[in-house]
């Protein structure tokens, strides 16, 4: 299965193809609202003005998996980003990300990087807490938390995995790369 094979639901119920998206960069992410990283909504809003003309796109799945920390519905979920943030992308259906209901997104991303790479010591050590608190992470290629995010290029390749800790606007430098 290729990235641009799948479908997913969009906070209607209604089926996204990814298919739509070949010629797009597209950065996929699992958020959630009540979480110590929600602020990193700024930064992805920040990259979704800059390139969404350029062709580039973000899929914002609200997961409730890591600490409950995205309750609400999909509506409520969209109500929140877009009073509190100002987000200008959509937020897709809630979905989990680990475990025996993982949307098949996830299942995918994480065959193609099954690696987290962690950079700085303090994000090392907040991702070493992390991984002891996290009760749906089981193998070393799931999803830690929320706020993971994949980088998918034109070709629908998923090219890099950022954890959790990964500054949304320092990812900047690699979709520049990938648009060109």
């Not at 938390?145 to 959790?164: A, I, M, Q, S």
Request: charged share 30%.
């Amino acid at each position: 299965m290729k990235f641009y094979d799948l479908k997913v639901k969009k906070r209607d119920n209604s089926d996204l193809s990814l298919s739509e998206l070949k010629g797009k960069v597209v950065l996929v992410v699992n958020t959630a609202t009540g979480c110590g990283f929600t602020p990193q909504y700024e930064g992805l809003e920040y990259l979704y003005k800059k390139y969404k003309e350029k062709g580039f796109e973000i899929l914002d799945f609200p997961c409730n998996q890591f600490g409950h920390q995205a309750p609400g519905d999909n509506d409520e979920i969209h109500a929140f980003c877009t009073a509190k943030y100002n987000t200008t992308f959509d937020q897709l259906n809630k979905i989990d990300v680990n475990g025996e209901n993982e949307d098949p997104i996830f299942t995918l991303l994480k065959s193609e990087q099954p690696k987290e790479v962690v950079k700085g010591f303090k994000n090392k050590l907040a991702m070493k807490a992390i991984y002891k608190i996290s009760k749906t992470r089981v193998k070393d290629s799931d999803i830690s938390w929320n706020f993971t995010k994949f980088l998918v290029d034109k070709e629908g390749n998923v090219v890099k995995r950022y954890d959790p800790t990964f500054n949304p606007k320092d990812i900047e430098s690699d979709i520049i790369e990938l648009l060109k």
